[in-house]
């Protein structure tokens, strides 16, 4: 064991519903101010690594893109000690060259979803954190060194493109986003991406790339293509995760993403202070108010 506390976690996405050899297996319930999680969060070792799985459509994908409570996924985790998440997407290919059961390492991502709530800093509480560079790039480079050591097929960079769902593209849609010189496209990384950014963790993605979405004549997306190659990706995700957690457990952080708050806050603390809201957001601006 690498101490007690649960500092990792992966969130995964379609398809990947649970880790395989997890072991010391905890099912938590969580509560937070702002509701409850997709799912229980289930903590446990890999490795000998304390960390911790969150279904991001609840087990059984019971819940569509726009009705995943994000801010409680987000806020859960950290209540739980988690320092760094990885986080697992499906996605579309934009670019001929991202073909289908491709691993995609996204450095940004452009939002285009419309009903989420983006934001654990509202009511009287106002900050604005920076996210000119969305991901952790620490994080990141370890993912690289990873896959590569397994010689997964991957892609360093890329745009990812958020969109709001739960309907596949449009042709013309689909069209758009590829002139807009975007990489690939899905419609869960946004805002978990924002949240994980305010409440000061660090956050990097793994985008599996299930299909040309529909802008390939002939191989436009369908579920059952999807969960075909879904099904074929799960296998190598499973050894990125085991390889993965030690090396995250044993990672110097250098990186700013654990004090993205630190100037962000427009409201004077005084009206922080006497703001009701306050009890809600606690666990994330404690170190700075300490009221």
Same mark, same amino acid.
């Given at each position: 064991?690498?101490?007690?506390?649960?500092?990792?976690?992966?969130?995964?996405?379609?398809?990947?519903?649970?880790? /395989?050899?997890?072991?010391?297996?905890?099912?938590?319930?969580?509560?937070?101010?702002?509701?409850?999680?997709?799912?229980?969060?289930?903590?446990?070792?890999?490795?000998?690594?304390?960390?911790?799985?969150?279904?991001?459509?609840?087990?059984?994908? =019971?819940?569509?893109?726009?009705?995943?409570?994000?801010?409680?996924? +987000?806020? /859960?985790?950290?209540?739980?000690?988690?320092?760094?998440?990885?986080?697992? =997407?499906?996605?579309?290919?934009?670019?001929?060259?991202?073909?289908?059961?491709?691993?995609? +390492?996204?450095?940004?991502?452009?939002?285009?979803?419309? $009903?989420?709530?983006?934001?654990?800093?509202?009511? *009287?509480?106002?900050?604005?954190?920076?996210?000119?560079?969305?991901?952790? $790039? *620490?994080?990141?480079?370890?993912?690289?060194?990873? #896959?590569?050591?397994?010689?997964?097929?991957?892609?360093? *960079?890329?745009?990812?493109?958020? +969109?709001?769902?739960?309907?596949?593209?449009?042709?013309?849609?689909?069209?758009?986003?590829?002139?807009?010189?975007?990489?690939?496209?899905?419609? =869960?990384?946004?805002?978990?991406?924002? @949240? /994980?950014?305010? %409440?000061?963790?660090?956050? %990097? $993605?793994?985008?599996?790339?299930?299909?040309?979405?529909?802008?390939?004549?002939?191989?436009?997306? =369908?579920?059952?293509?999807?969960?075909?190659? #879904?099904?074929?990706?799960?296998?190598?995700?499973?050894?990125?995760?085991?390889? @993965?957690?030690?090396?995250?457990?044993?990672?110097?952080?250098?990186?700013?993403?654990?004090?993205?708050?630190?100037?962000?806050?427009?409201?004077?603390?005084?009206? +922080?202070?006497?703001?009701?809201?306050?009890? $809600?957001?606690?666990?994330?601006?404690?170190?700075?108010?300490? @009221?």
């Amino acid at each position: 064991m690498r101490g007690n506390l649960v500092k990792i976690a992966f969130i995964g996405g379609s398809g990947l519903y649970e880790i /395989a050899g997890i072991k010391n297996i905890i099912e938590r319930n969580v509560d937070t101010p702002f509701g409850r999680p997709s799912d229980k969060i289930t903590t446990g070792e890999i490795n000998g690594v304390n960390c911790a799985f969150l279904p991001r459509h609840g087990r059984g994908h =019971t819940l569509n893109p726009s009705e995943i409570n994000q801010r409680a996924n +987000i806020y /859960a985790l950290k209540s739980l000690g988690v320092g760094q998440i990885v986080s697992f =997407t499906a996605c579309g290919s934009l670019k001929k060259e991202m073909k289908p059961r491709d691993f995609v +390492i996204p450095d940004q991502v452009f939002d285009k979803t419309k $009903n989420r709530p983006s934001t654990f800093f509202e009511k *009287g509480i106002v900050a604005h954190v920076s996210m000119a560079y969305p991901f952790c $790039n *620490g994080i990141r480079d370890l993912i690289r060194q990873i #896959v590569d050591e397994l010689g997964i097929k991957h892609h360093f *960079g890329g745009t990812y493109v958020c +969109i709001e769902g739960p309907q596949f593209s449009t042709k013309a849609e689909s069209e758009a986003n590829r002139q807009a010189g975007f990489s690939i496209v899905g419609m =869960t990384l946004f805002p978990e991406a924002k @949240l /994980a950014r305010e %409440a000061e963790m660090c956050y %990097a $993605n793994i985008s599996l790339v299930t299909d040309f979405d529909v802008w390939k004549e002939g191989e436009e997306v =369908t579920n059952d293509a999807v969960a075909s190659v #879904v099904a074929a990706n799960l296998a190598s995700s499973k050894r990125v995760i085991e390889s @993965l957690v030690v090396k995250l457990s044993e990672r110097e952080i250098k990186c700013s993403c654990g004090s993205s708050l630190k100037t962000s806050f427009m409201t004077p603390s005084d009206k +922080i202070a006497q703001n009701p809201y306050y009890k $809600n957001v606690s666990l994330l601006i404690d170190k700075y108010f300490k @009221l």
